[in-house]
Every structure is written in C-alpha cells, then in structure tokens.
C-alpha cells in the first residue's frame, strides 16, 4: 500500500513491485518522481538517481494531457538531461516511455507529443490511462519482451540503506535579490507532502502553518516588504501582511 498522491514529494523511497507474465515474473520499481536539478541533488535526486542505477531498463512515465501545465516533449528531454548529468551510462540504459493520462488528451489526432517523443526515443510511446485501464497489457508485454532480450543483471552487493533523517521543523528565508525571498528547508518540504496548493482550504491550512511557525517573522526581519515575491517549493506568492 505504496503512499501516492497528487502532489510533489509525496514518494520518498521506491516502491517494489511482483508483476506476473505468464509463467514468468519481474520485479518492478517505482521510483519517486525526479525534478530539474536532481543530478546536483534537487529534492531527493542523488537518493532516488542511486536506484535507478541498479535496473535494467527505465519505464518513463509522463503526464500525456500536462495537467498542470507541463510540455511532455519538454519532460522528457529535462529528466533524461538529468539522467545523463548524473551518469551517462544511465541514459544508455534502455528505456520504454509512457504517455499516461491518455484520457484527458482531447484530439490525439493534431497530438504531436508522441511523434516528436518517438522521434527523440527512436522507439514508439506506449499510450496509456491508468484510470481506464487502457494500455496497461501492453506495456507489461513491452517490459517483459524488451528484458527477455536484456542480458542478467550483474550481481550486487547488499548495501544496508537508510534515508538521512531530516530536520522537520527547520527552515530558511533568503533574500534572492530585491522584491524576492526564497523560503526552504525540512519543514517547508513536510508541509508541501501534506498540502494540495490548488485546493482552497489545503492552501489556507498551509498558510496558517507557516504563520504559526514564524516564516512571516523570519520574512520580516530579512526586510521584506507588501508587494515583494516569496518563493516556497516551485510557488510563488505576493507577500502582504
């Protein structure tokens, strides 16, 4: 009962998976979601990037509809970047992609994500909805023939792993330049895992959170002031008191 939703952050470690195929089986992995800067260690990304070392072959999956207003084509050209940044033997890794969210694509026939993602790829984009259960078959067939033509796996060396226990209750404000602050920290990135931006009374508990825990007077004694940008994850709000 992996922990998903529907916002950044929510997956801090991989999530395995027994899939079935016929008389055979695979393991999958489902790595939580890289972000630009992962390769220099964005988010979780040198954490989640050590994983993706030791598979065989890489499932991307991307928003197909770009539900929060994402370019596909440009989500996958940014990871893959990442990928390499990281280790360029990662992005040799084979790689089948995934356009998920197929339903909410409303004409896929002036759809060009899939012909330029084909054309960047060299292989076909698998379409799929995972709501609708449509194009799942495929893509399991499409893994377990691609792994059958792979060779094994070489062997690894058991490596005890525990993620760093981070502060939670900590944070810091930076001025980024006049007009603009920048908060961070654990307890920035605690409370983003728990609250749907676009959700109206997510964002006012948020709000209040980070009243109550003293951002606004940390904000305060760096100087800013109404009307000045503060930027918190990948948001950006317009302070006023």
Do not use: W
Not at 140 to 161: G, H, M, Q, V
Not at 193 to 212: A, H
Request: with cysteine; charged share 30%; net charge negative.
């Amino acid at each position: 009962r992996p922990k998903i939703a529907n916002y950044h952050f929510t997956t801090l470690s991989p999530n395995l998976g027994m899939v079935n195929v016929y008389d055979d089986s695979f393991v999958v992995a489902d790595i939580p979601g890289l972000i630009d800067g992962a390769s220099k260690g964005a988010g979780l990304g040198h954490d989640f990037l050590r994983h993706i070392e030791r598979t065989r072959l890489l499932v991307h999956v991307i928003d197909a509809g770009g539900s929060e207003g994402r370019d596909p084509v440009e989500d996958y050209i940014a990871i893959n970047r990442e990928l390499a940044d990281y280790d360029p033997a990662l992005a040799k890794k084979p790689q089948i992609v995934v356009l998920n969210k197929a339903d909410t694509v409303a004409d896929f026939a002036s759809y060009t994500a899939a012909d330029k993602i084909k054309e960047l790829s060299g292989s076909e984009p698998i379409l799929m909805s995972a709501v609708l259960h449509s194009g799942v078959d495929e893509l399991i067939k499409r893994i377990y023939a691609e792994l059958r033509n792979l060779p094994d796996a070489a062997p690894l060396e058991y490596e005890p792993f525990e993620y760093a226990k981070k502060n939670k209750d900590g944070f810091e404000v930076v001025k980024v330049e006049d007009g603009v602050f920048e908060v961070f920290g654990g307890m920035i990135e605690e409370l983003a895992r728990n609250v749907v931006l676009d959700n109206y009374d997510s964002m006012q508990y948020f709000q209040r959170q980070i009243k109550e825990r003293g951002v606004d007077k940390a904000l305060r004694a760096a100087g800013i002031k109404n009307g000045d940008t503060v930027c918190i994850m990948d948001v950006e709000f317009e302070y006023y008191e």
